[in-house]
Every structure is written in C-alpha cells, then in structure tokens.
C-alpha cells in the first residue's frame, strides 16, 4: 500500500476520516466545569487559533496557529524571544511572561500549546527549561486560557509520522503543511509544530 503524504493525512484528519491519537493528559490549566471529553470513537476537528510555545530560556518560540475545517493551517504569527547572555533569569522570565501575555492581547487564542520538557542533561539545566515554562504557563493562566502539554515524541508522531525525526525534519514538515514561504526560525518551526500536534489529536 503506498504511503500517504502528510498533506494527505492533515486533509483527512481535516474531514474526521483519521483517528486521532488520544490527548495528552497533562493539563496546566483548565478552566473549572468544562467537559471537553468526546464520546468513544467521535472526533471533531479542531477550529480556532492555537498558540504553540517551545519554551527556551532565551530563546523561546512562540506561533499562532488559525485552524478552520477544510482547509489548510494558517500561520498567523511568529517570533523567538531572544534575550542577551547579559540578562539574568528574572530578565528572561520577564521577557517570556511580556511576549506571550502580548501575543494573547492580539490574537484570540482558543487554546496554548506547550512543548513538554522530559530529558535534560543535568539538575541545573531542567531547573532553567523548568522556570521558562512556568513563566510562558503563567502568562496564559493570568489571560485565561486553557493549556495543554505535548512530550517530544509525540509532537514528532503527530507532525512527522515517527518519533525518531530530526527536528530538521520536523521544521520541513511543519513548513510544508503550512505552505509557508519563508524559512521559520528553529524554535518558531518547533512552536507551530507544537500547535499542530495540539490540533491533529484534539478530541472535542
């Protein structure tokens, strides 16, 4: 049988013909009495602009991501939150914390996506990738939106179709579904990766 291209599968999952893997269950943030669980064997197809957030120290990226059935996701902004080797952690935090809190000021964002931190080379370094997450969750739990956790591996099976791709692999892939025409910055590639795979195995 010969293989589908990805811009295929994202067409089917588009249209609902695809199951989607389940959800994460590593929720930040929720909002009280919202039930988004969806019957067995249903699935609705996400709609509605995703902020996808790969969590750096000084380099965090950040993408929004717009969803509507039927056609293909449309990339509404990016950048990378670079912050001089000068400036200490409470200056980087900070800088987190601003630029996401101004992204959700100008966009209406249904949902934050975030790129789940799981193997570090030491204390000190989870402890640094541990303080930029928490201050780009911050920033979305004060705004109010709800937050959600995707590991590594599966922002690859979601985006790439294995979890052993290279994040050069991931960064094509993602630009090919997007139809983008300029190259995104690597953690701009891994942020709207993020925000894909948040859409691809959103059950609502």
């Given amino acids: 049988m010969a293989r589908s291209s990805v811009r295929d599968l994202w067409k089917a999952k588009l249209e609902g013909r695809l199951p989607a893997p389940s959800r994460v269950d590593a929720v930040a943030a929720r909002r009280p009495g919202v039930d988004t669980a969806a019957p067995a064997g249903t699935r609705t197809p996400f709609e509605g602009l995703v902020l996808g957030v790969d969590p750096s120290l000084r380099g965090t990226g950040l993408a929004v991501l717009e969803f509507a059935r039927g056609r293909r996701p449309l990339l509404l902004h990016s950048r990378t939150v670079q912050v001089g080797r000068s400036a200490d952690m409470p200056a ?24 789940q931190t799981i193997y570090v080379q030491n204390f000190q370094t989870a402890q640094i990738l541990g303080a930029a997450r928490g201050a780009a969750i911050a920033a979305a739990a004060v705004h ?44 701009e590639a891994d942020a709207a990766g993020v925000a894909l795979t948040h859409a691809f195995t959103w059950r609502g």
């Fill in 92 to 115: 980087c935090l900070a800088a987190i914390h601003r630029a996401v809190t101004e992204v959700l000021g100008a966009h209406r964002v249904r949902h934050v996506a975030l790129e």
């Fill in 144 to 187: 109010g939106e709800d937050v959600f956790e995707y590991p590594p591996l599966r922002v690859k099976q979601a985006v790439v179709g294995f979890g052993r791709a290279s994040k050069e692999q991931v960064a094509r892939t993602v630009m090919g579904i997007l139809g983008h025409g300029r190259t995104l910055a690597p953690d």
